[in-house]
T-cell receptor, first 113, second 113 residues
Framework: GNSVTQMEGPVTLSEEAFLTINCTYTATGYPSLFWYVQYPGEGLQLLLK?????DKGSNKGFEATYRKETTSFHLEKGSVQVSDSAVYFCALSEAQGAQKLVFGQGTRLTINP | NAGVTQTPKFQVLKTGQSMTLQCAQDMNHEYMSWYRQDPGMGLRLIHYSVGAGITDQGEVPNGYNVSRSTTEDFPLRLLSAAPSQTSVYFC????????????FGPGTRLTVL
């Protein structure tokens, strides 16, 4: 079945550091790929998405490129801020049918000033 | 728009008790779903609905019932709570079942003693 594997956390960085959170997936067909963010005490918010190979999703300085050849969707940001501290989830949804999201285990990111 | 709302925010139950977690959305979304979030496991789909009167099982449906009598509401029922159901529960909705963004509620933290 479909699955998502994320880089294990927690990840701790200093402000203005470069961020990469790795995400790889296993899926049949052509899934859509997502990054969700969960701030402390809140629900999940969509951060960015890509629906086909070579698409780049971007939002709030974060980027991720849908790489079909390596089945990856790594999240990157050039200069992180304290306010980026949160838990990040990589997810996929099936290409066809109902929107059943399959999530990775989440990566907790802490940014120190 | 209130978006997706969930009640209660916190709940403590004893083993064997029953309860209903409420979820409502005011965006006229067709698709609604319930996930549970457990440490190190990301979110897993419990049940979902593609419209009023239509529900189906997700990855971990055992011990939970759902119904969808209106477009707005999608309650999750625990008939006989077990400690294994201690988790954080998230409701989500989206406009359609194919490739549209899912919006998550703030979650309900449930503890079963």
């Amino acid at each position: 079945g479909n699955s998502v594997t994320q880089m294990e956390g927690p990840v701790t960085l200093s402000e203005e550091a470069f961020l990469t959170i790795n995400c790889t997936y296993t899926a049949t067909g052509y899934p859509s790929l997502f990054w969700y963010v969960q701030y402390p005490g809140e629900g999940l918010q969509l951060l960015l998405k890509a629906t086909k190979a070579d698409d780049k999703g971007s939002n709030k300085g974060f980027e991720a490129t849908y790489r079909k050849e390596t089945t990856s969707f790594h999240l990157e940001k050039g200069s992180v801020q304290v306010s980026d501290s949160a838990v990040y989830f990589c997810a996929l949804s099936e290409a066809q049918g109902a929107q059943k999201l399959v999530f990775g285990q989440g990566t907790r990111l802490t940014i120190n000033p | 728009n209130a978006g997706v709302t969930q009640t209660p925010k916190f709940q403590v139950l004893k083993t064997g008790q029953s309860m209903t977690l409420q979820c409502a959305q005011d965006m006229n979304h067709e698709y609604m779903s319930w996930y549970r979030q457990d440490p190190g496991m990301g979110l897993r789909l419990i049940h979902y609905s593609v419209g009023a009167g239509i529900t189906d099982q997700g990855e971990v449906p055992n011990g939970y019932n759902v119904s969808r009598s209106t477009t707005e509401d999608f309650p999750l029922r625990l008939l006989s709570a077990a400690p294994s159901q201690t988790s954080v529960y998230f409701c989500a909705s989206s406009y359609s079942r194919v490739r549209s963004t899912q919006y998550f509620g703030p979650g309900t933290r449930l503890t079963v003693l």
